[in-house]
Each structure stands twice: as C-alpha cells, then as structure tokens.
C-alpha cells in the first residue's frame, strides 16, 4: 500500500465511522464502496470488516442502555442459518456483484410496503432480519438499509435502533471476517495487506464513532429518519451506476 493509499483509507475510514456513528448504516456503505474499488474484493471484506467490526461494536458500548438484548438474541439465529448456506454453496462476490447489490439495497428497502409489518421486535422477524441482513452482508459487504427497515418501522427509539443495530451489525461483520478470512479465504486470493493497515483504522473507526454519537444526540427522531432515506438514495444510485460501468467494460 503506498502512503497515498494509506492516507485516502485513513480519511474515509474517519469520515465514515461518523456518518455511521450519526445514521448507523451509510457511513457502512460508502467505505464498502471505496474499499472495493481500491482494493481486491477479499481484501476489501476483510478491512471492512474489521473497521465496521470495531465501529459498531463501540458504538454499540457507548449506547450500551439503549440495547435491546432480546432482538439480538432472535437476530443472530437466522445470521446462523444465512452463514451455513453460504458455506454450502461457497460464494464468493466479484467487484461489479458487490457494487450493484450494494447500491440496489436502499431502494428494495425503501420499496418494502409497510402493511408487511416488517418490526424487529417481533421473534419471527428478527430471525427473517438475521438471515436476509447476513446474506447481504456476505455478498456485498454491507446490508444496513436493509436491517434498517426492520428497526424503523418498530416502536423503538432513535437511541434503541442505533444501539442494538450497533450489535447486530457487529456480530454480521465478525462473521463476515470468519468467512472471508478462513472458511472461504481459499476460494480467494491473499487479502495481502500489512498488519499495520489493521491497526490504523481501529482507533479512527472509534474516533469517528464517538463524533457521529455527538450529532446524533442533537438530532430529533424525525431528522433522523428523513435524512437517512436522502442519503442512500443518492448513494445507491452513484453505485449502480459504478456496477454497471464495470459490466459494460
């Protein structure tokens, strides 16, 4: 990696913790976005998910009252059932997969009908949240649109949907690290990247956290929630677009 390199990674890493730390999912998406572009796409798994591994598992002790432990619980059974069938069938993503499925994520998700009651906080759906949020997490790196629905469209607060996304998140990434670093590292080539990369992001995914987690105590639910909608529809719309460039090439 040059210094160059180096410095860009730092900087997004930085700018996207906060946007995370603030939404609890575009931020997520962007540096997705930017990883695999810069990087071989095992590689870029295997970054991302140690940045958002960290990122939200602090996000998630800073907002530790906030954690609803039972939507964790009921969330990871189907993240189980979505990681044995990846294993089954050993997939793995190409570049231009990841872009079009990252971008696609907002707009499927905002085109879910309400009157499907799709709210986190019931048993069934959490576990449909787990297994369909893994599974995207496994193909294009990042799914918080997705797990989003689940969560805005609950009773919970702005507080209580970025505290226990912070842990589901966590844990879907860790898991992303397990399948792309070990049990499908093979059907890859070497992610090759220095341990000090690794080192550097932890702390800037923290620090980035801890500034995102200032702004959204200043925001109201409703700020929240329409702001969210405006970003990942342009997000997702620029990353089509990049994924569908790289198929016509």
């Known amino acids: 990696m040059t210094p160059m390199l180096a410095a860009v990674t730092a900087l997004v890493v930085l700018v996207t913790a906060t946007l995370s730390g603030i939404f609890g999912m575009a931020g997520g998406m962007v540096l997705m976005a930017f990883l695999v572009i810069a990087f071989p796409v095992?590689?870029?798994?295997?970054?991302?998910?140690?940045?958002?591994?960290?990122?939200?598992?602090?996000?998630?002790?800073?907002?530790?009252?906030?954690?609803?432990?039972?939507?964790?619980?009921?969330?990871?059974?189907?993240?189980?059932?979505?990681?044995?069938?990846?294993?089954?069938?050993?997939?793995?993503?190409?570049?231009?997969?990841?872009?079009?499925?990252?971008?696609?994520?907002?707009?499927?998700?905002?085109?879910?009908?309400?009157?499907?009651?799709?709210?986190?906080?019931?048993?069934?759906?959490?576990?449909?949240?787990?297994?369909?949020?893994?599974?995207?997490?496994?193909?294009?790196?990042?799914?918080?649109?997705?797990?989003?629905?689940?969560?805005?469209?609950?009773?919970?607060?702005?507080?209580?949907?970025?505290?226990?996304?912070?842990?589901?998140?966590?844990?879907?990434?860790?898991t992303k690290l397990l399948y792309f670093g070990a049990l499908a590292a093979h059907l890859l080539p070497e992610a090759g990247l220095a341990w000090w990369v690794y080192v550097m992001v932890a702390p800037l995914a923290m620090l980035g956290t801890t500034l995102g987690k200032m702004a959204l105590d200043r925001m109201n639910d409703g700020q929240f929630k329409s702001w969210s909608r405006y970003i990942l529809f342009v997000l997702g719309a620029i990353l089509i677009t990049r994924g569908l460039v790289l198929l016509l090439d």
Not at 81 to 102: H, R, Y
């Open 42 to 174: 095992g590689a870029a798994m295997m970054l991302h998910g140690v940045t958002q591994a960290v990122s939200n598992g602090y996000r998630a002790v800073i907002n530790r009252r906030d954690i609803v432990w039972p939507i964790v619980a009921t969330n990871m059974v189907g993240a189980a059932a979505a990681l044995a069938l990846f294993l089954l069938v050993s997939f793995v993503p190409d570049e231009a997969t990841v872009l079009l499925v990252l971008g696609a994520i907002p707009f499927v998700a905002f085109a879910i009908p309400a009157s499907w009651g799709l709210d986190v906080t019931k048993r069934m759906v959490s576990v449909a949240s787990g297994f369909v949020v893994t599974a995207l997490t496994l193909t294009a790196g990042v799914a918080g649109p997705i797990l989003d629905v689940f969560f805005v469209r609950s009773p919970l607060t702005r507080h209580q949907i970025v505290a226990t996304k912070a842990v589901t998140q966590t844990l879907q990434h860790l």
